[in-house]
């Protein structure tokens, strides 16, 4: 078994997720153009749809078989490996592009590319946090995690409409290969530790058997499968708010790209306040009801982006700066629970078994938001969806057990790990 997160593995974290964010900045600076430059080429709401469910629906498919996988191999040479990938289909688009080869059907390719990639790279990530970070740690570093994405996330937007500009897009994308390869210097100067399961061949089990072991821990976990329940409701019926926002406000608001990136901003300007105050806060009673009411918060945020009248963008930063303040104290606190009473050598697999069946309706919402925006409006689309996905966690919260649950009481936290170590496939 691999020692314990100590103060050694935890400045290690700290390196490795300071080459992480040059990554993510240039991914959100790509992500970001392309949405802009599918906007720009088709103004129809069913292709900048389509690019979403093109990039969610192999994450769904392949996350769950990643987190095993994540769970087995050497997580860094997944990273490594993953993100090198990344790296050459990117350069391969830049060459399509410059050999005016490049189509709107090849971009759509990439996007559905760069997500199988991100399927591997996103449950590695996270099941390295509890192995690397010390668990006295977890809430805050949850908490700063957030902040400083929310400040990446909230610069590369505007960066992105700056660039696109002045230069084209096969030039931008040039951004995502050197921030790769600042990120990968880190990588070769630390250790990531093993999840800390037996090396012994006659132990190792097949895959098939390990996913369903991740499923059978899943059960364990009290209102787990309430919580997953919620998350597959709730990523439904927001799905819309990403799925079609550059033609909300390039098309239907008649705003620009600067229009979009500032709306983007004034989210990441919530969640790194949001962020801010979860990491200033030491401790939280009762997180779950919390994570509950932040819920309730930012679907007051999501009506009020879908009742701004025609052209007022104001309107529509501030329900995003209203959903961007809540999103980090509830990821933040979730996290949190599971970084504590999962095992590490298990992580890897329950967070993207939950992520994957949280995410399992977001292809079909994708597919259909496009059509909906054009026969509802997409102002309608947007209200229809916060009202009843306000009605979903109401419901979930009055009728099962999770308001019950005390997920800070060590006996509950101990009865957990108890049964999970005596579980068998």
Known sequence: MEKLANKETFKHYLLFWSGQLFSLFGSNIVFFSIAIWITYLTLSPIFVSLAMFLFILPQVIIMPFAGVLSDKLNRKTIIIVVDSLQALATFLLITLFLLNTASLWIVLAFISLRSIFQAFH?????????????????????????????????????VAALLM??????????????????????????????????????????????????????????????????????????????????????????????????????????????AIFTSLKETWNHKLRVIFINIGILLVGYIVYGIAPIGWILIICIGSLIMGITLP??????????????PPDK??????????????????????SGPLAMILGA?????????????VTALIWTFSRLRHIDYESEATINMISDNIKNLTL
Not at 134 to 154: C, E, R, Y
Request: proline share 5%; glycine share 6%.
């Open 122 to 158: 996103l449950p590695t990530v996270n099941a390295i946090i509890p192995v690397m970070v010390p668990k006295d740690k977890l809430s805050k570093i949850n908490a700063i995690n957030f902040l400083f994405t929310g400040v990446v996330q909230m610069f590369a937007p505007m």
């Open 165 to 274: 500009g002045f230069l084209v897009i096969e030039v931008i994308l040039w951004v995502d290969i050197i921030t790769f390869l600042i990120a990968l210097i880190p990588l070769f100067l630390i250790k990531i530790p093993l999840a800390g399961e037996s090396k012994n061949k006659e132990e190792k089990i097949s895959f098939f058997k390990e996913f369903k072991l991740g499923i059978k821990t899943l059960k364990l976990i009290p209102g787990l499968v309430s919580i997953v329940l919620l998350s597959m409701l709730l990523n439904f019926l927001v799905t819309p708010i990403d799925a079609i926002m550059p033609y909300y406000i390039i098309a239907w608001h008649d705003g620009t790209d600067f229009d979009f990136a500032l709306v983007a901003a004034f989210f990441q300007g919530g969640m790194i306040c949001g």
């Open 329 to 342: 104290i509830i990821m933040a606190l979730y996290q949190t629970i599971m970084q504590t009473i999962v």
């Open 347 to 368: 992580y890897g697999r329950i967070t993207s078994i939950d992520s994957s069946f949280s995410m399992v309706f977001m292809p079909i919402a994708t597919l259909i």
């Open 379 to 391: 102002s309608n689309l947007y209200v229809i969806c916060a009202l009843l996905a306000l009605m």
